[in-house]
Each structure stands twice: as structure tokens, then as C-alpha cells.
């Protein structure tokens, strides 16, 4: 499965952001999916989930109420919206595939990674 992450950009805080990550995987839905970020210095860690059907999700605390994971599987696309953007929510953003389809926010599960794309968000 090879992933393609794209959304990235600079914004105020505030602001809103969509990336989107497209995947290779021939059946799309058998795999859930992840987002994950890595600020300058830090481990990477979980954001959000989503099962591979999309009935199910997961939410780091810190982004709560304010992201929301999707999925189209008839695009074999994934995203992620990303709103009332803070300074700490400045990273790279990850997204990542497990050949299961339930969700789970252990980072060493996914097998298959996207390249990153960089957030930066500005007070």
C-alpha cells in the first residue's frame, strides 16, 4: 500500500486546514486508517482513527471537537479537518494504514506510512 499525504500549509491561528492521503491499497475498505503528527523534537503520536468502513473513529484529547477524520472509499482517500487551528497543532502530519479494518491508536500497528505533510500554525 503506498500513501500520499497533501494538504499542508501555514495559517493563522484559528484557521482550518483539510490534508487528504491517497492510497494505493486495491481494497481500500479493508484497511483502517490513521493520522499521526510529529512536532520538531517530539515522538510521533496519534490524532485520529477510522475504521475501514468509516463507522467508527477515535480522537486524541488535544484535537477533540475541533478535527474530523473521514473517508471516501470509493476514492481511496482519506482526510482529515482540521479547524480552529492552534500553534501546538503545528507538526508534520502522517497518515498510515493497518491491513485490519478496526481502528486503534497504537502507532506501531500501522504498517504502511505516507511521507508527511508539514503544519504550521502562527499566533
Known amino acids: 500500500v503506498q500513501l500520499q499525504a497533501s494538504g499542508g500549509g501555514s495559517v493563522q491561528a484559528g484557521e482550518s486546514l483539510r490534508l487528504s492521503c491517497a492510497a494505493s491499497?486495491?481494497?481500500?475498505?479493508?484497511?483502517?486508517m490513521g493520522w499521526f503528527r510529529q512536532a520538531p523534537g517530539k515522538e510521533r503520536v496519534f490524532v485520529a482513527a477510522?475504521?475501514?468502513?468509516?463507522?467508527?473513529?477515535m480522537y486524541a484529547e488535544s484535537v477533540k471537537e475541533r478535527f474530523t477524520i473521514s473517508r471516501d472509499n470509493a476514492k481511496n482517500t482519506l482526510y482529515l479537518q482540521m479547524n480552529s487551528l492552534k500553534p501546538e497543532d503545528t507538526a508534520v502530519y502522517y497518515c498510515a494504514a493497518r491491513s485490519d479494518p478496526r481502528t486503534t491508536m497504537l502507532v506501531y500497528v500501522y504498517q504502511y506510512w505516507g511521507q508527511g505533510t508539514l503544519v504550521t500554525v502562527s499566533s
Open positions: 477510522i475504521s475501514g468502513r468509516g463507522d467508527s473513529t
Open positions: 491499497a486495491r481494497t481500500f475498505s479493508s484497511y483502517a
